[in-house]
Each structure stands twice: as C-alpha cells, then as structure tokens.
C-alpha cells in the first residue's frame, strides 16, 4: 500500500487520468474530490462489498427457487 501525505488543496494523480484532491481536511474526516473519466466506476468500498455479497446470493440461487419466487411476484 502506497502512503501519501497531502493538504488541503494538494493533489496526486493515479494514471494519466485521474486526480484526487484533498479539499478540506476536519476532525471527522478528508473530504476529496476525484476528477476521472466518465466511464470510470468510483464506488464506496461498503458498497462494493455490498454488490458482491449481493452477486454470490444471486449465484447461489437455485433455478427453481428463482421460478418459485417470480410466481409469486405475478399473482
């Protein structure tokens, strides 16, 4: 893990295209901004953690469970 220290209104870059910058720094936290491409994915590492879990219970499902549980929704 690469460790870096920066202040408020310093940035680094990671890639050629993408930037973070540190704008404010309190007692609750760093607030940063990320200028990337637009086609870049950013997601909270909760959220990430979340879909995952979310795919391998989708995965896990078996077919016939699934059939069972669209019945349901249609009546």
Do not use: Y
């Not at 680094?12 to 491409?37: C, H, M, N, Y």
């Amino acid at each position: 893990m690469l460790v870096l220290r920066r202040r408020a209104g310093e940035s680094f870059f990671i890639g050629d295209d993408i930037e973070i910058e540190v704008l404010a720094i309190t007692s609750q936290g760093a607030k940063i901004g990320i200028r990337a491409p637009r086609e870049t994915v950013i997601l909270r590492k909760e959220l990430r953690l979340t879909q995952q879990q979310n795919e391998a219970a989708a995965q896990s499902l078996d077919k016939k469970d699934f059939a069972r549980a669209l019945e349901k929704l249609r009546v």
